[in-house]
């Protein structure tokens, strides 16, 4: 229904739900998930995380994929494009819960704002950097956000 209306749709998917993704604009997995839905085993490499990106994107097609892959940082996946590594910019981590939404509402937030992909993955990596460092499930403000 969204697609053919030109309405963005992202989802952080979980892949219990077992829900279909076809055709989303923008999904946020983590490691965990991301090899849930390419329904391969992690073996802790890099080749095998490329090879469960190629599956999620061939099974899914969604436009953005940003794996969030925890004190590693994040992979941007553009649809046809080459993965781009984001390193973590989190100076000390006490809890990551909350972390996962932050970014993928910090993204959406940012290219609805008209900002390049790189800048708004940057942006939510960064977010996502300031809320692991608060107990528990914590907003960012836009000072903590400026400052970070």
Same mark, same amino acid.
């Given at each position: 229904?969204?697609?053919?209306?030109?309405?963005?749709?992202?989802?952080?998917?979980?892949?219990?739900?077992?829900?279909?993704?076809?055709?989303?604009?923008?999904?946020?997995?983590?490691?965990?998930?991301?090899?849930?839905?390419?329904?391969?085993?992690?073996? $802790?490499? /890099?080749?095998?995380?490329? =090879? @469960?990106?190629? *599956?999620?994107?061939?099974?899914?097609?969604? !436009?953005?994929? %940003?794996?969030?892959?925890?004190?590693?940082?994040?992979?941007?996946?553009?649809?046809?494009?080459?993965?781009?590594?984001?390193?973590?910019?989190?100076?000390?981590?006490?809890?990551?819960?909350?972390?996962?939404?932050?970014?993928?509402?910090?993204?959406?937030?940012?290219?609805? $704002?008209? /900002?390049?992909?790189?800048? =708004? @993955?940057?942006? *939510?990596?960064?977010?996502?950097?300031?809320? !692991?460092?608060? %107990?528990?499930?914590?907003?960012?403000?836009?000072?903590?956000?400026?400052?970070?």
């Amino acid at each position: 229904l969204c697609k053919p209306r030109g309405i963005w749709l992202s989802f952080d998917p979980k892949p219990a739900h077992q829900l279909d993704l076809a055709g989303m604009s923008l999904i946020t997995p983590n490691r965990a998930e991301l090899f849930a839905l390419a329904g391969l085993p992690d073996e $802790a490499t /890099e080749a095998s995380l490329n =090879a @469960a990106v190629t *599956a999620v994107q061939e099974k899914f097609e969604p !436009v953005i994929m %940003l794996v969030t892959l925890s004190e590693h940082g994040m992979l941007l996946c553009p649809r046809s494009e080459k993965p781009t590594l984001i390193p973590t910019v989190a100076q000390e981590i006490y809890d990551v819960s909350g972390a996962g939404d932050t970014v993928i509402a910090v993204l959406a937030a940012a290219l609805t $704002a008209g /900002e390049s992909l790189k800048d =708004a @993955a940057e942006l *939510a990596n960064r977010a996502a950097g300031v809320v !692991v460092s608060h %107990l528990g499930t914590a907003p960012i403000s836009a000072e903590e956000l400026l400052n970070a």
